[in-house]
């Protein structure tokens, strides 16, 4: 019922920009927090960068400065602004949602592949 789909994934050259985009559709309530969440491979997966139902961002420590994550309610959806990216971020990422529905279940999408790469 509830689906989140990623896009804007690709491949980019280290120092380049990407923006991700995750949609959001399906649930009757409101999103208590949205995330990203990335796996690079032989790895585990690991939150990059987390916004809340009231703005509160949070990010890894290895995108601090280069990433920011933001939403729009209007249209459920959440983005992520990666600058400056380096090979390390070379990853699957995932959009990840949590709702204000009582349950604390995590909801996922089906990730996007960001290759940075020369």
């Known amino acids: 019922q509830v689906r989140l789909v990623e896009s804007g994934g690709g491949l980019v050259q280290p120092g380049g920009s990407l923006r991700l985009s995750c949609s959001t559709s399906?649930?009757?309530?409101?999103?208590?927090?949205m995330d990203w969440y990335r796996q690079a491979p032989g790895k585990e997966r690991e939150l990059v960068a987390g916004?809340?139902?009231?703005?509160?961002?949070n990010y890894a420590d290895s995108v601090k400065g280069r990433f920011t994550i933001s939403r729009d309610s209007a249209k459920n959806m959440a983005y992520l602004q990666m600058n400056s990216l380096e090979p390390e971020d070379t990853a699957v990422y995932y959009c990840?949602?949590?709702?204000?529905?009582?349950?604390?279940?995590?909801?996922w999408g089906q990730g996007t592949q960001v290759t940075v790469s020369s």
């Open positions: 916004i809340t139902s009231v703005g509160t961002t």
């Open positions: 399906g649930s009757s309530f409101s999103i208590a927090t």
């Open positions: 990840s949602a949590i709702f204000f529905d009582g349950t604390g279940r995590r909801s």
